[in-house]
Structure formats: structure tokens, C-alpha cells
């Protein structure tokens, strides 16, 4: 049985994402969002005291290679703005500059 490689996206309580890959498809692995901003957007103990994130699949292979999964998971995280602050808590890479047309 071969594994799949996935990149995924978690979904935090406020509604900012996290997306990364995992070459194993674990169940139990929701990556390592930055925990500075995470931190920052639930100050309390009462906004820590229950969460619940979701963790969607966005893309899966049993065939694709490390490097293409890197590069879909980049494709995915500056699609979906994920390392923008303000959307979500990837820091790298770092979001692509409005376009000036």
C-alpha cells in the first residue's frame, strides 16, 4: 500500500489557516503554524480554553515526489494568502506584492 503525500489546510477558531504538507499522511499531524501570531489572536486563557480547528486536504498523490509536493504546497500557501498576517499563520513564503496594473 503506498502512502499519500498531502498538503493540507487547518482552519483556526478565527477563521485564519495554516496550510502545510505532510509526506507521511498522518492523522494526527496539523503542522507548526507560527505560534507568536497564534498566540497574539488568542491572548486569554478563556479564547484557549476550547478550540476547535479543521484540517482539509486540499491536494493528495501516492506518486508525486518531495519536490513537487514543496512546490505545490508554495503554490497553495501564496494562492490562498496563507502567510498573509492578517489571513493566516505560514510565514514563508512571503506574500506576492499587489499587482500595479
Do not use: C, Q
Not at 496550510?19 to 507560527?34: A, V
Request: charged share 30%.
Amino acid at each position: 500500500m503506498s502512502r499519500y503525500k498531502i498538503i493540507y489546510k487547518v482552519t483556526w477558531p478565527n477563521g485564519k489557516i495554516y496550510i502545510g504538507s505532510d509526506l507521511t499522511d498522518s492523522t494526527s499531524y496539523f503542522g507548526s503554524p507560527n505560534p507568536a501570531r497564534l498566540e497574539a489572536d488568542f491572548p486569554t486563557r478563556e479564547s484557549r480554553r476550547l478550540m476547535s480547528v479543521t484540517r482539509e486536504i486540499l491536494w493528495e498523490s501516492a506518486d508525486a515526489d518531495d519536490a513537487e509536493v514543496r512546490a505545490r504546497e508554495r503554490d497553495l500557501i501564496l494562492s490562498h494568502r496563507a502567510s498573509d498576517p492578517a489571513i493566516g499563520y505560514n510565514l514563508v513564503p512571503r506574500p506576492r506584492p499587489a499587482s500595479l496594473d
